[in-house]
């Protein structure tokens, strides 16, 4: 049985318990969003992301401004994530009830506030503050890939779902490098300000762009939110893609919270301009989501999922392996670029996993119930990011208590659980 036909059934069990929501009218089988309109949603959501793991490269230098010790200064990454989950369960269900365009351009709106509030920020605690509401403020890209799959037709929903997605993708991967290549010739609040003018002129282009479209809905809000509760106990391939992400991107959040100061740190002695450049490794993430949604308009979710998982694996052995205070004793300083070299292959194969387990979590997860989009990604998409904001959390205790060995370790832990759930799941199915 084919993974969508599977989605569709279970789909069927929670009718009568999901408040009603008229579901709107499936697209024509002809019908097409056209590639340079798909191409400006990814864009645009590329660039409202820049903000959202920026603070990750710059824990060393925010640790300096404000005399911080670095575990503390890595809640930077951990509330700006935390703040994207929350955004993700109170934020973005309301696409589904509320007009389209007024949700995203005040979202945007608050979003440059927020952005400017980082970049002014006196203390630590109205950067804590100012960091949450970047992120809650971040969800607009949800919003955005929602509205997204229901302009695009049944037949390549999941090629256009993964185009859009690169562009989350190709934002998260891109603002780490961004940021540190900015704070080697800038001071860090620098980068914050700019995103913030990028943000603004970004919404005066979407206001003219999104077109309003108001769901024509029998519920209220209240009973909205409530109904995400149920959604979630009674759809299992939601659960079970959530779960995978949970785990994978508390790993992720584990390597690239830790990576900065690993880089920085006797045997790399890496700049902000070198950490940038091996953050780029993990563009190679954006270029696997096209693929990545085909095989999951060719029904092979399953099977790749695992893969995906292993490839997460391989990469924090790799990356375990790869630095000095790790579990090799090769890793060296008269081995240094076999070392990096090796921690940057680590890095590929752990972007690699991650990626295609989300985009074929996303493609799933959106067959699910076309009229509840909205809820569905901002559940799928919001428990993951806890995993991230917990990930992020532990990076930096991790770090403090037995170095790289310690961070490694605990990443392919992550890994390691996220394999065994697919693993069960598939001995499940035979």
Known sequence: MSTTTEHFRSGDNV??????????????????????????????????????????????LISLSFHLPPSTAALVPTVTLLGYAVGLMFLVPPIDLLPNRRLVITTMAFMTIALTGVALAPTPTLLFVASALVGFTSTVVQMLVSIVAGLASDHDRGRIVGTVQSGIIVGVLVSRPLASTVSQFFDWRIHYGAIAVLIAFITFILSS?????????????????????????????????????????????????AAALRLSAALFNLGQLGIALFAFAGISGALIAPFA???????????VTLLAHASAILGFVLIGLAADGGWSIWATA???????????????????????????????????RPEARGRINALYTGVFFVGGSAGAALAGTAWMRGGWADVSALGLAFSIAAFLLSTFRSIQRQ
């Open 15 to 60: 009718a009568a318990s999901v408040p009603a929501i008229v579901t709107p009218a499936a697209n024509p089988p002809g019908a097409r969003i056209g590639r340079a309109r798909v191409l400006f949603f990814a864009t645009t959501i590329a660039i409202v992301v820049l903000s959202l793991y920026a603070s990750q490269p710059l824990i060393g």
């Open 209 to 257: 762009v999104i077109k309003e479209k108001r769901p024509t809905t029998e519920t209220s809000y209240g009973a909205l939110i409530g109904s995400m509760c149920r959604l979630f106990i009674q759809e299992s391939s939601l659960r079970r893609h959530a779960a995978y992400q949970f785990l994978l991107m508390g790993g992720f959040s584990v390597f690239w919270t």
């Open 293 to 303: 949604g085909r095989i999951g308009d060719r029904g092979w979710t399953n099977r």
């Open 334 to 368: 008269s081995h240094t670029q076999a070392s990096l070299a090796v921690l940057l292959l680590g890095a590929v194969l752990l972007d690699l996993g991650v990626v295609t387990d989300q985009v074929l979590g996303r493609i799933a997860i959106n067959t699910v």
